[in-house]
């Protein structure tokens, strides 16, 4: 079965430090990968994706790439802010693993704080 | 960018009450699905549904019922709450099944 492990938390680190978050996945077939962010109080918001091997999902300085070798989607930021404090969950989705599979397999989300 | 809306935001209520939280999203989208969090954030899947009429349980059991009348309201029950009940709900959206859009979450606490 489909399966995300992703680093546990907390995370604290110092405004501009940089971050990275592993992710490593278990696909039967050839899934999209997902980060989602989780602010205090709100649901989760997709903050970026790659759908094949070499992709480089993007956005708000946050960058993971798809590495079908290693199997991981690890997420990186170079200079964080305390803005950035949330929970972020690494996600598959493997349409192959069985006709009309539509659902997403979440990792157990990092918390992440970012000190001033 | 899909809109997706939860009420309450949060509910406090007493063992033995039933209760409805709704879901409702202005996309069109023909899935969504029912999350629980948990207080160490980890995300369950309890119900899921890919159109009107189509209902399904997730890979979490979970006393509620759920039910998909209209495309667009996607309405979670729990006839009979109990304190182990208590967590916070997800209601997300989404057309293709990849990207899903979620509300703001339900938080519910039973005492």
């Known amino acids: 079965g489909n399966s995300v492990t992703q680093m546990e938390g907390p995370v604290t680190l110092s405004e501009e430090a940089f971050l990275t978050i592993n992710c490593t996945y278990t696909?039967?077939?050839?899934?999209?990968l997902f980060w989602y962010v989780q602010y205090p109080g709100e649901g989760l918001q997709l903050l970026l994706k790659?759908?094949?091997?070499?992709d480089k999902g993007s956005n708000k300085g946050f960058e993971a790439t798809y590495r079908k070798e290693t199997t991981s989607f690890h997420l990186e930021k170079g200079s964080v802010q305390v803005s950035d404090s949330a929970v972020y969950f690494c996600a598959l989705s493997d349409r192959t693993s069985g006709a009309g599979s539509y659902q997403l397999t979440f990792g157990k989300g990092t918390k992440l704080s970012v000190i001033p | 960018e899909a809109d997706i809306y939860q009420t309450p935001r949060y509910l406090v209520i007493g063992t033995g009450k039933k209760i409805t939280l709704e879901c409702s999203q202005t996309?069109?989208?023909?899935?969504m699905y029912w999350y629980q969090q948990d207080p160490g954030m980890e995300l369950h899947l309890i119900h899921y549904s890919y159109g009107v009429n189509s209902t399904e349980k997730g890979d979490l059991s979970s006393e509620s019922t759920v039910s998909r009348i209209r495309t667009e309201h996607f309405p979670l029950t729990l006839e009979s709450a109990r304190p182990s009940h208590t967590s916070q709900y997800l209601c997300?959206?989404?057309?293709?099944?990849?990207?899903?859009?979620f509300g703001p979450g339900t938080r519910l606490l039973v005492l």
């Open positions: 696909a039967t077939g050839y899934p999209s």
């Open positions: 996309m069109g989208h023909d899935k």
């Open positions: 997300a959206s989404s057309s293709t099944g990849e990207t899903q859009y």
């Open positions: 790659a759908t094949k091997a070499d």
